[in-house]
C-alpha cells in the first residue's frame, strides 16, 4: 500500500493530471462519434452516451487512436492525446448518460444558451444625452467603444427615409414641404403617427411577412397549378397589421384560424409548395409528406421561435440543443396540415337554408298526417334507383344505358358479380354530377380477413378522387366509408362483421356532407358529417376502391345486386317502406291546406334556385385542409421505413423548463394537437416568441437585426450586438399588450434611427459594417418598392386595397404543367399583389433580388449586377412610366424641379439644372425621367 | 461585382465569425485545389432515359424475357402495374478501344465510346419525377434549393462579366415540369440563378430598350446617369456605389456580347451541319448544342441543356411509359447526332481539356414492362434504384464504366453512386471542396451535396 502510493506519488508530477470527464471527454464524443452511436440505433450497437466499463472504453479509444475511427475522419492530435491519457487515468466515466445539450460548448449551443434564458427586463442605463431608452442602451455601447453618433440626419432625408420605411412609397413634394416647414416641436412624432395609420403600412409591413412566410401563389413542384384562391390569406396579413392585432394573436390565427372562423389566416401553414403528383407505392407517398412536413414544421419553428427544428429530421440538431425527437414532437403536432382548397361558409347561403329548413318543417306537418294515412293503406311506391344490376334476375341490365366493362378476370352468373380480391372488377362511366347519392349493394364476403377492399365506388375519371363502401380498410371487419386520403372517412364505430351470408349495406350521402351507413336495414354505427364531394362524370366501379387496380383495393367476393341513387334515401326508404309523392299527398289534402302547401312548395322551390346559384358558385380559400394525423413516429435518419419510438404532440424539450407540458397523448386529435402549439408557443413564457419578432422589426427598420440571422436565434447566430436592448425590446411587447405598432413607433422616434447616414472615416475605420450604428445606414430600394416608387412618383398607382391578384403572366396548362410567360405588365397596382405563383416569378423584380417564393427568406441579398442595369434602362414598365411622368409633369412651370421633388425629395442644384436642361431640350422630358429612374439616387434611401 | 461586404448582406461580426471564414473559404479563394476543369456543360435528359435499352448492358434481360421478374420482392413503383419482363429494344455491341457497351439508341455517340465514363450504378432517392428532378439538379427534393448551375455560379463566378455564369437552353418543345423553378437560385443570391436563352427573338429580358430610343438620346442618357450617380457618389463613398456605376459600364458590354455569342451564322457551315442544323429532326438541339459551345468558349461558367419538356401524351420527352421503343427512338434521334458533334467540335476546339460535358436523367427505367401481370408490355415505369449517367472531358478517365446494377438492371448493387456523390464529383473537378462551398441558410450551412457526398475517385484521370 504504501509502495504503491508513493509510487503514485512519485509519477504525479511528470504527467498532467487525468482529463476531467464532463469537461474535457464528453465533448470530444458529442462532437465526434455520438452522430453515430447514440440514438435507437447507434453503429455496432455501441451508445456512447452510456456509461462504458474500462474495458469496452480501451476498446474504443484504441480504435480512435488507430485511426480507424471516425471513418474517414480521424480527430486531431490533441484530442486524441486527451483520449489517451483519460485512458491511461483509468477512463473514469462522469455524467451517465452523457446529456449533449445541457452546456454550450465552443462547438454548440447547449440548453444554457442565451436565446433561451428568460427574458429580463433589463432597467434603463442613465446615458446623458439619451431620453429615450432605446438611444440609452445604444449610446452606453457607442461610448464604451469610444465612437460618437452622426448628427440628426435633415428632415427631408428623415421624412423619404420613413416613408419608404413605414409605408414602402416615396412622400409626395407637398408632404416633403409640409414637414419641412412644420415647427411644431412634436412634428416627428405626428409623421409617424400618421404613417403608422396609413393602410399602405399593412401593405409594406405584409410584404415582410410574406416573405417569411414563403408565400406562393401555385403549387410548385410538376403540376405548379394556381393557387387562385390564396389571396385572402395575403389581405388577413395586410389588415391584421393596419389593425395592429396584438401579436400573440396574429400568431395563433396563422396557427389555428380554421379553428376558429379565421381559416384565412391559417394560410400561413400552406403557403409553401405541395406535390400533388402522387406515386402508387405508399413509401414513396410517405417520403414525400414528409418532404411536405418538413417544410411546415420549419416554417413555423423559424419564424415564430427563431429555431431551426428542421435541421434535427434526420439526427440530433449539429449546433443547437435540439434532439431529433424535438423535431418530430412538432412534427407530430402539425402532423393534420393538409394543403386544399375550402369552401367558405356564405352567411347568406346559411341563412336562405335555414328558412328553408322552417318552410321544409311547416310543409311536412301538413303532410305527416297524409303520409301516415297512405302507409295505413298501404299506397306507396318504392324508390326508384338512377342504375341498378341485378345480377342474379338473369343477364338484362335494367333500365341502364351504361354498361358495366368487366376487368382482370371477374365474370357474372345468376349467382352474382364474381370478384377474386386480385385483379376482378367491373366498371362504367357516367355523364353528370352525382353530389348526394345513396350506395345499395347485397353482397357475400369471399372471407373475412381481406383487408381495403372497394365494393362499389365512385370515382374521379383518373381515380385520385373517390367515394366508396370498403370493408377493413382501417380496422379489421369493419366496414367505412372510404374515400381518398380518408378525406370523408371517420370511423362509424359499427359492430365486427362475422357473417359471409348475404348482406345488404346502403351507403347514403346527402348534400350536407352526411354519411349514414345501413348493414340490412338498420343503422351500422353512428352518421357524420364532412365537406361533401362534388364529381363530375365520373367513373362507377364495382370491387375497386379506386384505380389503377393495385395492392389492397380489391374486393373478394360474389355482389348480387347493386343500385346508385343520386340522392340520399332516408332511413324508412332504406327499410323499404317507398316513398310518398307529391301527387298523391296533394290529392289527399283539402282546398286551404291545398293553397298553402302550394305557396309553401313555390317558396322553397324559390329558395332552392338561389341556394344552388349560391353553392354553385362558393366563395373559396386555400388554407389548412386537415388530413389524419395518425401517430408520429421517431424516424432513424429521417428514413420512413426505419419508425422508432411514438412521439407525442408535446413542447420540445428545449423549452420545456419554462413551459407546461401539453399532456397530449400520440393520437390525440388534430384540432387538439395544434391548439395545444398554438398555446405554448404564444405563451408570454416562450422567450424565443417576444425575442424574434422584436429582432426581426429591428432587422427591417435597420437592414440588420440585434441579431444578424432574424430566423435563427440559435448557436449559429452568435451573441446579439446589444443584448440587454434586445430583452427590454422584447420585455416591452407584452408590456404594451404586443402591439406591433408600439415597437415600430419606439424605434423610428429614437435618435439611433434619426441619424444620419453619411459616412465618418474614424467611424469606418473602427467599425465598417456599422455593428454598433454609429450612423444609419443606407439602403437600396427593394424590388416591390422600386417598382411602386415609379407608379407613385407618376400618380398612377392604384389606391385599391387587397382582392384577388394581378397577373403579368400568361398563364396555361400544357402536359401536366402549369406555365406562366411573364408578358408586358400593365396593372398600377402595388407589386404586393402581384400573383407570385413559383413557376412564374417576374424578371424585372428578381434582378432587385426579389426571393424565390418557395424559400422562408428572413434577410434578402442585396446585389448589384450589370442585369439591374439592364433591367431599369430598358423594361416597358420604366419606359412606360418615363412617358407617362413627362408627360404629367409637360403642364408644371417648373418640370425639372417638380420631377427631382418628386423623385428625391428635394430641390435641383444649380449644376443639376444647367446639366438637365439642355438635354431636355434636345431629347425630351421622357428620356430625362428614364435617367432619374435609373440614378442612384432614386434607388438608394439615406 | 459584389463586394464582400454586399456578399455577406450584413451579416458580419463577432458572432458571425465562422460564418465569414467560410463564406470566404467557399469563394473568395476561388478554388481549393487545383481545378481540372473550368466550365461545365449539362444535358439534362427530362422524363427517365431507359438505362437498360441504351448504357447498361444486361444479356440476362434477353434470357427473362416474357418472364416473371425474378425476385421475391414485389416492386414499388410509380404506377404499380408490374408487367412480365422485356428485352432491350436495341442491339448492344462493344465500342471503340475500350470495348463499352452501348446500344443502338445512340449510333452517334457511339462512336466516341472512348471518350466517355460511364457510371451505371445511379441512384436516386424519389421515382417520382419533379422531386427527382430537382434532386438531381439541386441534390434536395424539394423546391427552393439552388441549382448546381446557380451553387457554381456563386462559387466560381462567370469567366466574364458580359454574359451571365449560368444560362439554361431548354427543349424547344417546351421547358420542363415546373419551368424556371428548375434553375431557380433557391437561397441564394437571386443574381445566380440560371438565365433562360431564348432561341428567337431577344435572347434574354431587357437586353434593348422595350420601344426603340434614338442613339443620340441613349448615348446622352447613359452619360448624364453617369455624372449624376458620380456625384452620389462622391459625397458617400460606398462600395455599392461605386459598384452600380460599374454595372451600367457592363451592361454595355452585355448588349454587344449576347447578340455576338448567340449568332449562330458566325459559325462555318461544314460545323452547322456537323451539328444536325439543317436536319430537321436535329435542327432543335443542334442549335443549342452549338450555342453551348459558343457561350461555354466564352466563359459561361455552367450552360444546361434540356433534352425533353413537361409531360402527357403524345410524348415530348424521356417518359417512355408506354412504348420505349417508340418514345425513345423519338427523343434520341432528336440528340444522338448534335451531341456526338458537340464532343467532337469541343476536342478539335481545344476546349475539351477544360470543359466537362454531364449526360444525365433523373432515373432510369424498369426491366419488367408496365402492364398487366401476365403481358409483355412495351412501356417501362420509372426506376429510381438503378440508372446511367455519363461523364466526358477535362480530368476524367475515359472509355470507363464504373459500377454495376444487378443481373436485370433493376437496382444498383457495385459502386453504388448517389447524386451528392455525383455532384461531389462535379466540384471536385472544378476545383470545389463539395464540403467547403456552403451558404448560411435558416440555421443551416448548405451545401449543394447536403450533408452526404463522396467524390468517386476511380472515375478521376
Not at chain 1, 492530435?77 to 455524467?95: D, S
Not at chain 2, 451553387?151 to 439554361?168: M, Q
Not at chain 2, 476524367?396 to 457495385?414: Q, R
Amino acid at each position: 500500500m504504501t509502495l504503491l502510493l508513493s509510487l503514485c506519488l512519485g509519477a504525479g508530477p511528470a504527467v498532467s493530471p487525468a482529463p476531467d470527464f464532463d469537461r474535457q471527454i464528453a465533448p470530444i464524443l458529442i462532437q465526434r462519434c455520438l452522430d453515430c452511436h447514440s440514438g435507437p440505433a447507434p453503429e455496432a450497437k455501441l451508445d456512447l452516451r452510456r456509461k462504458l466499463s474500462p474495458r469496452a472504453a480501451r476498446r474504443a479509444v484504441e480504435r480512435v487512436l488507430d485511426e480507424q475511427m471516425p471513418p474517414g475522419k480521424p480527430l486531431p492530435a490533441h484530442e486524441q492525446a486527451l483520449l489517451k491519457r483519460w485512458l491511461e487515468a483509468g477512463a473514469v466515466w462522469g455524467t451517465d448518460p452523457i446529456d449533449p445539450f445541457a452546456r454550450t460548448t465552443t462547438q454548440r449551443g447547449g440548453r444554457d444558451w442565451w436565446s433561451l434564458q428568460p427574458v429580463r427586463s433589463p432597467l434603463v442605463p442613465t446615458v446623458s444625452g439619451a431620453d429615450h431608452p432605446i438611444d440609452a442602451f445604444w449610446l452606453q455601447r457607442l461610448h464604451q467603444a469610444k465612437l460618437t453618433p452622426s448628427p440628426q440626419a435633415d428632415r427631408r432625408i428623415l421624412i423619404r427615409r420613413l416613408s419608404y420605411d413605414l409605408i414602402g412609397l416615396p412622400p409626395s413634394p407637398a408632404e416633403v414641404e409640409a414637414f419641412v416647414k412644420d415647427t411644431r416641436p412634436d412634428a416627428y412624432e405626428r409623421l409617424v403617427d400618421r404613417l403608422l395609420a396609413s393602410p399602405r403600412y399593412g401593405e409594406r409591413w405584409a410584404r415582410h411577412w410574406l416573405d417569411i412566410a414563403r408565400f406562393g401563389e401555385s403549387d410548385g413542384f410538376e403540376r405548379d397549378l394556381p393557387r387562385l384562391n390564396a389571396w385572402p390569406y395575403r389581405d388577413w396579413v395586410v389588415q391584421a397589421l393596419n389593425a395592429d392585432r396584438p401579436y400573440d394573436q396574429f400568431a395563433r390565427a396563422q396557427l389555428i384560424g380554421d379553428l376558429e372562423n379565421e381559416a384565412e389566416a391559417a394560410g400561413f401553414l400552406v403557403a409553401g409548395p405541395h406535390d400533388i403528383v402522387l406515386p402508387v407505392g405508399e413509401t414513396m407517398r410517405a417520403a414525400m409528406r414528409q418532404d411536405e412536413l418538413e417544410d411546415i414544421v420549419g416554417t413555423v419553428a423559424q419564424v415564430f421561435l427563431g429555431l431551426t427544428f428542421h435541421c434535427a429530421r434526420c439526427h440530433d440538431h449539429k449546433f443547437d440543443p435540439i434532439p431529433q425527437s424535438d423535431y418530430y414532437r412538432l412534427a407530430s403536432a402539425l402532423a393534420g396540415v393538409g394543403h386544399g382548397e375550402r369552401t367558405l361558409k356564405n352567411p347568406k347561403l346559411e341563412e336562405r337554408k335555414k328558412q328553408r329548413e322552417q318552410l321544409l318543417a311547416q310543409r311536412d306537418a301538413l303532410e305527416k298526417p297524409v303520409r301516415a294515412r297512405l302507409y295505413a293503406a298501404g299506397k306507396v311506391k318504392p324508390a326508384q334507383p338512377t342504375l341498378a344490376w341485378d345480377f342474379t334476375a338473369g343477364l338484362a341490365e335494367m333500365q341502364n344505358r351504361a354498361t358495366l366493362v368487366l376487368h382482370g378476370g371477374a365474370s357474372r352468373d345468376l349467382q352474382g358479380l364474381h370478384l377474386n380480391g386480385k385483379e376482378a372488377y367491373a366498371a362504367v362511366a357516367l355523364k353528370g354530377t352525382f353530389k348526394a347519392k345513396t350506395f345499395d349493394v347485397w353482397l357475400k364476403l369471399a372471407n373475412l380477413e381481406q383487408r381495403g377492399g372497394g365494393v362499389i365506388s365512385l370515382q374521379s375519371a383518373d381515380g385520385n378522387v373517390f367515394d366508396a363502401l370498403v370493408f377493413a380498410e382501417q380496422q379489421p371487419r369493419h366496414w367505412l366509408a372510404g374515400s381518398d386520403h380518408f378525406r370523408r372517412t371517420r370511423p362509424l364505430g359499427g359492430p365486427e362483421e362475422t357473417s359471409r351470408d348475404t348482406l345488404r349495406l346502403t351507403l347514403t350521402y346527402s348534400v350536407d356532407g352526411t354519411i349514414t351507413l345501413y348493414r340490412d336495414g338498420k343503422p351500422y354505427g353512428k352518421s357524420y358529417r364532412v365537406a361533401p364531394l362534388e364529381l363530375r362524370d365520373p367513373v362507377l366501379l364495382l370491387g375497386l376502391r379506386h384505380s389503377p387496380a393495385v395492392g389492397n383495393r380489391l374486393f373478394a367476393g360474389t355482389i348480387l345486386k347493386a343500385q346508385l341513387y343520386d340522392r340520399a334515401l332516408s332511413a324508412e326508404e332504406v327499410q323499404g317502406q317507398g316513398v310518398v309523392t307529391s301527387e298523391q299527398i296533394l290529392a289527399e289534402l283539402d282546398e286551404p291546406s291545398r293553397r298553402t302547401h302550394a305557396h309553401l312548395s313555390q317558396q322553397i322551390e324559390q329558395l332552392q334556385r338561389e341556394i344552388a346559384a349560391m353553392e354553385a358558385a362558393p366563395p373559396k380559400l386555400y388554407t389548412v385542409q386537415p388530413i389524419n394525423p395518425g401517430v408520429t413516429h421517431l424516424l432513424i435518419r429521417g428514413n420512413v421505413t426505419s419508425k422508432a419510438d411514438v412521439i407525442a404532440p408535446e413542447v420540445p424539450s428545449v423549452l420545456q423548463a419554462l413551459l407546461e407540458p401539453t399532456r397530449l397523448p400520440p393520437d390525440a386529435p388534430e384540432s387538439a394537437r395544434r391548439r395545444a402549439l398554438a398555446r405554448w408557443l404564444t405563451d408570454g413564457r416562450n422567450p424565443l416568441f417576444a425575442r424574434v419578432i422584436v429582432n426581426r422589426l429591428w432587422h427591417y427598420h435597420f437592414g440588420r437585426g440585434l441579431v444578424e440571422s432574424p430566423s435563427d436565434l440559435g448557436f449559429n447566430a452568435g451573441l446579439p450586438t446589444h443584448p440587454e436592448l434586445l430583452d427590454w425590446l422584447a420585455a416591452e411587447l407584452p408590456r404594451q399588450d404586443w402591439s406591433l405598432k408600439a415597437i415600430h413607433r419606439l424605434i423610428v422616434t429614437s435618435r439611433v434611427y434619426r441619424q444620419a447616414s453619411l459616412p465618418r472615416a474614424e467611424a469606418l475605420k473602427q467599425d465598417a459594417d456599422n455593428r454598433l450604428l454609429w450612423r444609419k445606414s443606407p439602403v437600396r430600394l427593394e424590388a416591390e418598392t422600386l417598382r411602386d416608387a415609379m407608379l407613385a412618383i407618376s400618380d398612377d398607382l392604384a389606391p385599391m386595397l387587397g382582392g384577388p391578384p394581378y397577373q403579368d403572366f400568361r398563364s396555361y396548362f400544357f402536359k401536366g404543367t402549369q406555365y406562366y410567360d411573364i408578358v408586358e405588365e400593365t396593372s398600377n397596382r402595388r407589386s404586393l399583389y402581384r400573383m407570385w405563383a413559383r413557376g412564374g416569378r417576374h424578371p424585372f423584380l428578381d434582378t432587385f433580388d426579389c426571393p424565390d417564393p418557395s424559400a422562408s427568406t428572413p434577410r434578402r441579398t442585396v446585389t448589384t449586377t450589370p442585369l439591374q442595369a439592364l433591367a431599369l434602362l430598358n423594361n416597358a414598365r420604366v419606359l412606360r412610366q418615363s412617358e407617362r411622368l413627362a408627360a404629367s409633369l409637360a403642364s408644371q412651370p417648373d418640370a425639372i424641379g417638380t420631377l427631382l421633388l418628386r423623385a428625391y425629395g428635394r430641390a435641383p442644384t444649380e449644376r443639376e439644372r444647367a446639366l438637365m436642361e439642355p438635354f431636355v431640350q434636345q431629347h425630351g422630358l421622357a428620356a430625362l425621367v428614364r435617367v432619374v429612374l435609373n440614378s442612384a439616387e432614386f434607388t438608394q434611401v439615406d | 461585382m459584389m463586394t464582400r461586404r454586399e456578399l455577406l448582406g450584413g451579416l458580419g461580426g463577432i458572432a458571425l465569425a465562422t460564418l465569414l471564414a467560410r463564406e470566404q473559404a467557399g469563394r473568395a479563394a476561388l478554388t481549393h485545389h487545383p481545378a481540372k476543369a473550368k466550365r461545365v456543360i449539362h444535358i439534362c435528359l427530362c422524363g427517365g432515359m431507359s438505362h437498360i435499352d441504351s448504357f447498361d448492358y444486361k444479356p440476362a434481360l434477353i434470357k427473362y424475357h416474357g418472364k416473371k421478374l425474378p425476385s421475391s420482392e414485389k416492386p414499388d413503383t410509380f404506377f404499380g402495374q408490374i408487367g412480365l419482363m422485356r428485352q432491350p429494344d436495341w442491339t448492344f455491341r462493344q465500342r471503340g478501344q475500350s470495348g463499352l457497351w452501348i446500344s443502338d439508341l445512340f449510333p452517334h455517340l457511339a462512336t466516341l465510346a472512348d471518350h466517355l465514363t460511364l457510371i451505371r450504378s445511379m441512384q436516386a432517392e424519389s421515382a417520382n419525377h419533379t422531386p427527382a428532378t430537382f434532386q438531381e439538379n439541386s441534390g434536395f427534393r424539394f423546391n427552393g434549393f439552388p441549382a448546381m448551375g446557380a451553387w457554381l455560379s456563386y462559387g466560381l463566378g462567370a469567366e466574364t462579366d458580359e454574359l451571365p455564369a449560368f444560362v439554361v437552353l431548354p427543349d424547344a418543345r417546351g421547358y420542363p415540369a415546373g419551368g424556371t423553378i428548375n434553375w431557380s437560385a433557391g437561397f441564394l443570391p437571386a443574381r445566380h440563378q440560371g438565365v433562360a436563352f431564348r432561341t428567337r427573338g431577344q435572347p434574354i429580358d431587357d437586353l434593348f430598350p422595350a420601344r426603340p430610343v434614338p442613339p443620340d438620346t441613349e448615348a446622352a442618357s447613359r452619360e448624364l446617369l453617369a455624372t449624376l450617380d458620380r456625384a452620389h457618389a462622391e459625397q458617400r463613398q460606398e462600395d455599392t456605389l461605386a459598384a452600380r456605376l460599374r454595372g451600367y459600364e457592363l451592361a454595355g458590354k452585355m448588349q454587344l456580347a449576347i447578340p455576338r455569342v448567340t449568332d449562330l451564322s458566325r459559325e462555318s457551315r461544314r460545323t452547322q451541319e456537323a451539328y444536325g442544323l439543317s436536319e430537321p429532326d436535329t435542327a432543335d438541339f443542334g442549335r443549342a448544342c452549338l450555342l453551348a459551345r459558343r457561350l461555354s468558349e466564352q466563359g459561361v461558367r455552367f450552360v444546361q441543356l434540356f433534352s425533353g419538356g413537361p409531360f402527357g401524351s403524345p410524348r415530348i420527352n424521356w417518359d417512355g411509359h408506354e412504348n420505349v421503343q417508340e418514345n425513345h427512338s423519338n427523343e434520341a434521334r432528336r440528340i444522338d447526332r448534335p451531341v456526338a458533334a458537340l464532343l467532337r467540335d469541343l476536342q478539335q476546339r481545344g476546349l475539351w481539356e477544360e470543359t466537362l460535358v454531364l449526360f444525365t436523367t433523373e432515373f432510369g427505367r424498369t426491366p419488367f414492362t408496365q402492364a398487366g401481370a401476365t403481358v409483355v408490355g412495351t412501356g417501362r415505369d420509372h426506376n429510381h434504384l438503378g440508372f446511367s449517367v455519363w461523364l466526358a472531358g477535362a480530368g476524367l478517365k475515359p472509355g470507363l464504366a464504373y459500377g454495376n446494377t444487378d443481373e436485370i438492371g433493376w437496382k444498383s448493387v457495385e459502386d453504388v453512386v448517389t447524386w451528392p456523390d455525383f455532384h461531389a464529383t462535379v466540384l471536385h473537378l472544378l476545383g470545389i471542396d463539395h464540403e467547403k462551398l456552403t451558404f448560411y441558410h435558416n440555421g443551416i450551412q448548405r451545401r449543394l451535396t447536403n450533408v452526404h457526398g463522396h467524390v468517386i475517385k476511380d472515375i478521376l484521370a
